[in-house]
């Protein structure tokens, strides 16, 4: 029996059917495509530990304030250079003046002269184009007054020393704008680096944030006991159990707030009084007073309030006093850390010192122990 069902069409003999197959295939192979590019690519990078992240920005404090050093040094050099410069310019003006007033004293001679008649050989002078080339011809110099030649003399003179005054300056001019270029360098590197600091600081949540407080309260424990340690062995003691609260005077030094007699130890208070009056203040990297300070910036401004003028970096305020070792530490003493001398400190005794740490934190007392100690120096 015939069926008088109609045939089926196929799905891809008909227009239709063709662009809807044509889209299913289409969206097959994106999602085919999708789904390989995904197992493809490169795993997520792993959110950084609190711990890496500590050792990252401590870094990056460490490379900044080693580049703050830099700065320092370029904004005294550049500082140096302008007062040259400043002074040059000046005493060419001067130059300039003596020398208006010797044409003036010229010119004196020669309006005299014309008023006798004729126009004089001083007159002659004032009016040529290479007044040197004139002078130099000898008649002249034989008619002219023991006093003319004194005028002309000083006129040359003073001409010449204001074109070597102008030509110094502009040599200096140059140098300070060298410096200038350093300092806006040193600056750029400093700020990057902090600005990478405080990126990564921003990203911590609450949690890592406490985190990483507790890390820094181990740390200054830990240095705490490390400088209780050296202070009883330097003392030929038994070092403190845990716990205990026993304490002593670290390397030779004596308790907190102590000064050894004699000048040094009078210098070394008034230094010590105005490092702890600035505690609190904020550490801005090339600071130096009196609202916020650098490392160096604080320990040049504490010794300059005792009457002792320190360098302004760290790696010229460590040649500028006697070496001292470590176990004959005495408050005042200036304590410099890491290799390469990029922090100091102001020792107060008891294994601590007063300074200024890093961007983000104030001026505070520390363990000496909390960083590798490069050596320290007794500044008068």
């Excluded at 662009?19 to 289409?26: I, M, N, S």
């Excluded at 969206?27 to 795993?43: E, F, G, I, M, R």
């Amino acid at each position: 029996m015939a069926s008088h069902r109609k045939p089926r069409t196929p799905l891809l003999s008909t227009p239709g059917g063709r662009r809807t197959a044509a889209g299913l295939t289409t969206a097959a192979l994106a999602s085919v495509t999708l789904l390989s590019q995904t197992a493809n690519a490169a795993p997520k990078a792993p959110r950084p530990s609190v711990e890496e992240v500590k050792r990252k920005v401590d870094g990056l404090y460490r490379e900044a304030e080693v580049a703050t050093q830099k700065y320092d040094a370029a904004k005294e050099k550049a500082e140096s250079r302008q007062r040259t410069v400043n002074r040059l310019l000046d005493e060419a003006a001067r130059r300039a003046e003596r020398m208006n007033e010797s044409r003036r004293r010229l010119g004196a001679f020669a309006s005299a002269q014309y008023q006798t008649g004729g126009i004089s050989p001083t007159a002659q002078l004032i009016l040529a184009k290479d007044p040197q080339q004139f002078v130099d011809r000898n008649h002249l110099m034989e008619r002219l007054t023991g006093r003319q030649k004194q005028v002309i003399t000083d006129y040359q003179e003073q001409a010449a020393a204001a074109t070597r005054r102008r030509a110094e300056a502009t040599r200096s001019l140059e140098s300070l704008q060298q410096s200038q270029a350093a300092l806006r360098e040193t600056k750029q590197s400093v700020q990057a680096k902090l600005a990478e600091a405080r990126q990564l600081l921003s990203r911590l949540t609450a949690e890592e944030k406490a985190r990483l407080a507790e890390l820094e309260r181990r740390k200054e424990a830990e240095a705490r006991r490390k400088a209780e340690e050296e202070a009883h062995r330097h003392a030929g003691e038994q070092p403190p159990q845990p716990g205990s609260g026993a304490g002593h005077g670290s390397g030779g030094g004596t308790s907190d707030g102590g000064a050894p007699d004699g000048t040094y130890g009078t210098k070394a208070q008034k230094a010590l009084a105005f490092a702890r009056a600035q505690m609190g203040k904020p550490y801005v990297w090339g600071a130096t007073g009196p609202n916020s300070y650098d490392c160096s910036g604080l320990t040049q401004a504490a010794w300059k309030a005792a009457g002792v003028d320190l360098p302004r970096t760290t790696w010229d305020q460590v040649k500028a006093g006697t070496r001292i070792a470590t176990g004959d530490l005495r408050p005042g003493d200036l304590v410099f850390f890491y290799n390469d001398i990029s922090h100091v400190g102001m020792y107060i005794g008891d294994g601590k010192m007063i300074h200024a740490p890093h961007p983000g934190a104030a001026v505070r007392v520390e363990s000496i122990a909390a960083m590798p100690v490069y050596g320290s120096v007794r500044p008068a």
